[in-house]
């Protein structure tokens, strides 16, 4: 199946007035069934899907995404039944798919034989949340060569000479990290969002997304009103999955009408 863009996605988005809704799973959360079932009715409600392959040492990830990933490694998940789940998916939808993944498992994997796996599968984007640009020129030389985007992070203490920096490599948007810390559903979005959106506009013009605590439909509106293109949801999401895991049936409908609510409130920006 042919893949939409980024760029087709996010100039789809603003000829609708909206913004781009993008949730984040864990392949595998709670086992390899259930959650192609969850990414398969994501894909018709949602503008793009960011995956995470289950890692033993999630370092930028808080305690909703580390429980996902126990979750997955004991449902019997490895590198190649993700592969092989991206397969399924971008077998079943064109929509926009990037990993946010840990340095290791491309290096154990091998870096160029990943990037050609995830080609040939189609995936559009790689966010390796460990690896900084300035240690990512071998990652960037060969996600280019299979057309692979390579997205990186920008926190509010990325100094303005780091932006510069990740502006000449970065591709496809880049992710605004609301929070300092790890990921995890917050009640409210800082303030200081809204100040570090305007200053990457500055030195960069691809689209932002923000991620990091983005939580309520009420935190996507604030978010897009302050600038940004879209907005990034984990925690919250696979706070639902782990809430409802011996009730698949109330799983998938809680899932469903959140996705629902929150792409909502991307609308009419």
């Known amino acids: 199946m042919n893949k939409k863009t980024y760029a087709e996605m996010f100039k789809e988005s603003k000829e609708n007035n909206e913004g781009v809704f993008i949730p984040f799973l864990v392949v595998g959360d709670p086992n390899y069934e259930t959650s192609i079932e969850i990414a398969k009715l994501l894909t018709d409600k949602v503008d793009a899907l960011e995956i995470g392959f ?118 496809g948007f880049i992710y605004v990290a609301s929070v300092m810390g790890t990921t995890g559903a917050r009640t409210t979005v800082e303030h200081d969002t809204t100040n570090l959106i305007k200053r990457i506009k500055e030195h960069s013009n691809l689209p932002l997304c923000v991620g990091f605590g983005i939580s309520k439909p009420e935190h996507v509106k604030e978010i897009l009103g302050a600038g940004s293109d879209g907005a990034i949801v984990g925690s919250a999401l696979i706070n639902i999955i782990a809430d409802n895991i011996n009730d698949k049936d109330k799983m998938m409908d809680k899932i469903s009408k959140y996705v629902i609510k929150m792409k909502d409130a991307t609308r009419g920006i």
């Open 54 to 171: 289950p890692f033993s040492d999630p370092v930028a990830d808080g305690k909703s995404v580390q429980e996902a990933d126990l979750r997955a490694f004991n449902a019997g998940i490895t590198t190649e039944k993700c592969f092989k789940f991206l397969e399924e998916l971008r077998k079943y939808s064109d929509i926009p798919i990037g990993l946010l993944l840990y340095y290791n498992l491309i290096f154990n994997y091998g870096i160029e034989a990943f990037y050609k796996r995830l080609s040939e599968i189609g995936i559009n984007a790689v966010l390796t949340a460990d690896l900084p640009p300035e240690e990512a020129e071998e990652s960037i030389k060969i996600a280019n060569k299979y057309g692979i985007e390579q997205i990186f992070i920008v926190s509010q203490k990325t100094s303005n000479d780091r932006l510069k920096k990740i502006s000449e490599f970065a591709k």
